[in-house]
């Protein structure tokens, strides 16, 4: 669901040239979207009122393999750069760096709040580490298209159609340009219980779009503006997780989560500024620091413990929810600690990749030699997430080399043989 405007000012400001909306949402909050708040609201219900929740389950953590579409019009292929749609892999893992710390509440970090219904939500994200086929990947995948920008409401089958992964298997994100008028849009879930269905969205498109220009942490093209630390992916996978605006996209509507105050309406201005509602007769303070309200990043903070239990049972009554969680135990990597493994070996220098599988975001650092032992290239990686390096990136020549992976202590040497 899109981070947008409230939608009965769609009208009066989509031609202003500094309009931007956050979350679709609002525009697509129809009759037919209520509809489904609702029809999921009383599957919610109903699986609460059968369950007795397990606590050992509750805390478990959860993690979602990611892939990351980048759809550019960049016919060079050139990576990065200012107005690049083609984003750069270090902006790309700032923004899963932010979902991580905004998910987990991480202390010491910006997604860390006090607040005693601030919750955890123990869920992770990372980049998935194979393809549908069970090729190593970087869990990025970079499309050229000859088209400028692209239209939420009429595209999203065309930008499925170009780049998508199993969605029983992967989160898909779309990072592209939207135009500047909205900032993302997340599918929203379906789920089933006693008889009661709500299907699921269709699947090329069930994940989340996101304009390359606010998709990462103030590096790259999102670095400046009040949208530029990463919490509208936070706030769509949020939707794509079944929460709702915490104003019920009506006022003082309801968003089923009591610890959240009600809200006469979004906080749409430019400021960490406090508001307040008076929906029942009583004054009361917005919780602007949520992330499903539209504050400006730098408030968002806080996802509450009402919010994590249906996201929970949303984890286990959405059925493609539930086989992409189901599905990413075989995912993950088995080891815990790094690895070094190497792809087309002995091969051409176009077919030879080295994956390093990395714990955590680490540093690590790739030396080559010749049989004799001479150093013939070098080069350092910051910051990384387990990845894949393509041998025609690094400048190696042809031969017999030996390679040696470092990082935090850990030294792999093997050999690799250049055509």
């Known amino acids: ?45 109903n699986y609460k009122g059968k369950v007795v929740r397990n606590a050992k389950t509750q805390e478990e953590i959860i993690k979602i393999p990611v892939v990351v579409h980048v759809i550019h019009d960049t016919f060079s292929e050139e990576i990065g750069g200012d107005g690049n749609v083609n984003i750069s892999d270090q902006q790309i893992f700032s923004q899963i760096k932010v979902l991580n710390e905004d998910f987990r ?75 500047g008028l909205y900032l993302g ?18 699947a090329e498109t069930d994940g989340i779009f996101v304009d390359y220009q606010v998709f990462g942490r103030r590096t790259g093209t999102a670095n400046s503006g009040i949208y530029s630390y990463g919490r509208t992916l936070t706030h769509e996978v949020g939707h794509w997780l079944g929460l709702i605006h915490i104003w019920g996209d009506e006022r003082c509507g309801d968003d089923f989560c009591d610890d959240t105050p009600q809200a006469e309406r979004e906080n749409d201005s430019e400021r960490c500024r406090d508001m307040y509602s008076r929906c029942s007769g009583v004054s009361s303070r917005n919780m602007i620091e949520n992330y499903m309200d539209y504050s400006p990043d730098s408030c968002m903070n806080v996802f509450t413990e009402d919010q994590k239990a249906r996201v929970r049972a949303v984890l286990e009554l959405s059925p493609r929810r539930r086989r992409m969680v189901l599905n990413s135990q075989f995912l993950l990597p088995t080891n815990e600690v790094a690895e070094l493994r190497i792809i087309s070996n002995p091969g051409r220098k176009e077919d030879i990749a080295f994956q390093i599988l990395l714990p955590k975001f680490q540093d690590f650092s790739l030396s080559f030699y010749d049989v004799l032992g001479r150093p013939v290239a070098y080069k350092e990686f910051e910051d990384y997430p ?30 690799v043989m250049v055509f």
Request: glycine share 8%; aromatic share 10%; net charge negative.
């Open 105 to 179: 509440k991480a202390a010491g970090t910006p997604g860390f709040n006090s607040l005693e219904e601030g919750a955890d939500m123990q869920i992770e994200f990372f980049l998935a580490q194979e393809d549908e086929f069970g090729n190593p990947s970087s869990g990025i995948t970079r499309t050229y298209q000859n088209r400028t920008s692209y239209n939420i409401f009429t595209d999203l089958d065309l930008v499925s159609s170009l780049s998508y992964w199993d969605a029983n298997k992967y989160l898909n994100i779309w990072v592209l340009n939207l135009g």
């Open 185 to 202: 849009y997340g599918e929203f879930p379906g789920g089933a219980i006693d008889g009661l269905e709500l299907t699921d969205a269709p």
């Open 386 to 415: 387990s990845t894949v390096v393509r041998a025609a990136d690094l400048g190696i020549p042809t031969g017999m080399l030996i390679v040696r992976m470092q990082t935090e202590g850990v030294s792999i040497v093997k050999r």
């Open 1 to 45: 669901m899109m981070r947008l405007i409230n939608s009965i000012f769609f009208l009066l400001i989509v031609f202003s040239s500094s309009a931007q909306q956050r979350c679709g949402l609002g525009v697509i909050a129809s009759d037919e979207m209520k509809s489904r708040h609702l029809q999921l609201q009383k599957i919610l219900e």
